[in-house]
C-alpha cells in the first residue's frame, strides 16, 4: 500500500534539533500532540545569544532550522535544487526531480550529513549561533486504526461526492485507487489529526545564578571561616608586607643619624 512521510521536529537539548520522521499508511488514524514552548536567554548576562537572529526559510530562527537552511544550500550550491522546498521559501529554492536527486542530490547530502555530524568539523562546517528567545513545538505522535463507522460516515457524506470523482485526482484507476465503498476507504484514506494538548505556553528563561560577586562571597566566607580574615585584615596584611620591603630593601623608615654629632644621635 502507499504511505507517505510526515516529518515533526524533535526538539533536544544538543546541538541542533534534528527532525525525526514516522510511516503513514493508509486506514490508520493518527493524532499529532502538539506543546509550545518558549525559551528565553538573558542577552546582557550572556554573551552566546545573538538578539539580531530574525526568520528564516523556516520560520522563526532556531538551531534546528539553521541546520536545515545549511542542508539547504550545500544541495542548491552544488545540485542546483533541494530535496524538499522550505515553507517560506519565496521562490529562493526548486525541488529536485527524480532523476537529479539521485545522480546529485542524495550523494550531497549523504556527505552533507557527515560533514555536520563530525564533532570536529560540525562548528566551522554549519555554525549555527544560539538566538536569545526560541520558540520549540515538542510533538507526540498516536495512532489506531481507522473504524468501519468513521469510514461508513464518510462514504455517505459529501466528502464521499469530492474523493470518488477522478475530477479532483483524488480517484485513479490507474492505479486502482477508488472510492466507491467503505472498503475502499479503508484501504486507501488515511486521516491525520493535529492539536494542542494545552493552550498554556512553558516558558524557560535562562539566567546567570553564579557571577563573580558570588566567587568573591564565598572566599570571603571561606577565609573568615578557617582563617578569621576580613577585608580590614586583608589589607592589614598587604600594608605590612609593602612596610616590610621597604623598611629591609629600601631602608624606609630607619633613623637617620646626624654627621655633625660624630654619626651620634639620631635627628
Known amino acids: 500500500k502507499p504511505g507517505i512521510r510526515r516529518g515533526i521536529p524533535r526538539q533536544r537539548n544538543i546541538r541542533s534539533n534534528h527532525v525525526f520522521r514516522f510511516l503513514m ?3 490508520t488514524y493518527y493524532k499529532a500532540d502538539l506543546r509550545r514552548k518558549k525559551e528565553v536567554r538573558n542577552q ?3 554573551k552566546s ?3 539580531t537572529l530574525g526568520d528564516n526559510t523556516y520560520g522563526a530562527y532556531n538551531e534546528g532550522s539553521c541546520a536545515l537552511e545549511c542542508k539547504d544550500k550545500a544541495l542548491h550550491d552544488k545540485c542546483g535544487c533541494v530535496n ?4 517560506m521559501n519565496k521562490g529562493k529554492y526548486r525541488s529536485c526531480t527524480l532523476e537529479e536527486w539521485v545522480k546529485c542530490g542524495l550523494s550531497t547530502y549523504k556527505e552533507w550529513h557527515s560533514n555536520y555530524t563530525d564533532v570536529d568539523k560540525s562548528t566551522n562546517f554549519c555554525p549555527c549561533s544560539t538566538a536569545c528567545e526560541e520558540i520549540r513545538y515538542e510533538a507526540q505522535i498516536s495512532s489506531s486504526s481507522v473504524s468501519p463507522a468513521f469510514a461508513k460516515g464518510l462514504f455517505q457524506g459529501p466528502v464521499q461526492n469530492i474523493i470518488s470523482n477522478p475530477e479532483f485526482g483524488y480517484s485513479n484507476k490507474q492505479h486502482n485507487i477508488l472510492y466507491n465503498s467503505t472498503e475502499d476507504i479503508l484501504a486507501n484514506v488515511m486521516v491525520l489529526e493535529v492539536l494542542f494538548t494545552s493552550m498554556r ?6 539566567i546567570i545564578t553564579y557571577d563573580v560577586s558570588n566567587l568573591l562571597g564565598d572566599i570571603g566566607g571561606v577565609l ?4 578569621g580574615a576580613s577585608l580590614f585584615t586583608i589589607l592589614e596584611f598587604f600594608q605590612f ?5 621597604g623598611k629591609y630593601c629600601f631602608n624606609v623608615g630607619n633613623p637617620k643619624h646626624s654627621p655633625l654629632n660624630g654619626d651620634k644621635g639620631a635627628i
Open 224 to 227: 573568615g571561616l578557617f582563617l
Open 241 to 245: 608586607v609593602a612596610f616590610s620591603i
Open 201 to 206: 505556553t512553558s516558558e524557560i528563561r535562562e
Open 49 to 51: 545569544c545573538d538578539p
Open 84 to 87: 524538499v522546498v522550505p515553507p
Open 25 to 27: 499508511s493508509p486506514g
Open 44 to 46: 546582557a548576562k550572556i
